[in-house]
């Protein structure tokens, strides 16, 4: 099977997943086999659950929950694929950006997120359980709520 994957001898799990993915094993299992049948130049890979299944000794059913879960947090996008009406194993594109990292600006309203534990070099610490504060420029107001994922 010819692939054109990463060379070298680091996998590049993106530091955003990580509190995702703290007490499911299984899911950062899912990650790392999927990070080594990526494309380095487009992100991309194509792989079938059940081959998956077999490398890490689990059910198709566990790592179909798992890639459930990647997609949900942003780290996969899925593509589904038909070849005459019959499907084909799914495309994947890996998303090394953190999808919740967002900054809007606007007259009215600065939306800026706070770092776990300081991975943008911005913010230190960072495990207060803020995840997004929101400041108006007529009234400032602090922390909305936290995103109980993160907790």
């Known amino acids: ?3 054109n994957t990463l060379s070298g001898p680091f996998l590049p799990l993106p530091r955003w997943v990580l509190p995702y993915l703290v007490k499911d094993e299984v899911s950062l299992a899912v990650a790392l086999y999927l990070l080594q049948y ?4 487009t992100q991309r890979l ?4 059940q081959h998956i299944a077999e490398q890490m000794q689990r059910s198709r059913r566990s790592v179909i929950r798992s890639v459930n879960k990647l997609e949900e ?3 996969l996008e899925r593509t589904h694929r038909n070849k005459g009406g019959r499907s084909m194993t799914n ?3 890996i998303n090394f950006n953190n999808p919740e990292t967002v900054t809007h600006q606007s007259p009215l309203e600065t939306v800026t997120r706070v770092s776990l534990r300081g991975d943008t070099g911005v913010t230190t610490g960072g495990d207060t359980g803020v995840t997004q ?3 108006n420029k007529k ?3 602090g922390p909305t709520k936290v995103d109980r994922r993160l907790l």
């Open 139 to 141: 009234n400032k107001k």
């Open 1 to 3: 099977m010819s692939r």
């Open 73 to 75: 947090i942003g780290l």
């Open 91 to 93: 495309q994947y594109y």
């Open 133 to 135: 504060t929101r400041e």
């Open 46 to 49: 194509t792989t079938s659950y």
């Open 38 to 41: 990526m494309d380095a130049k």
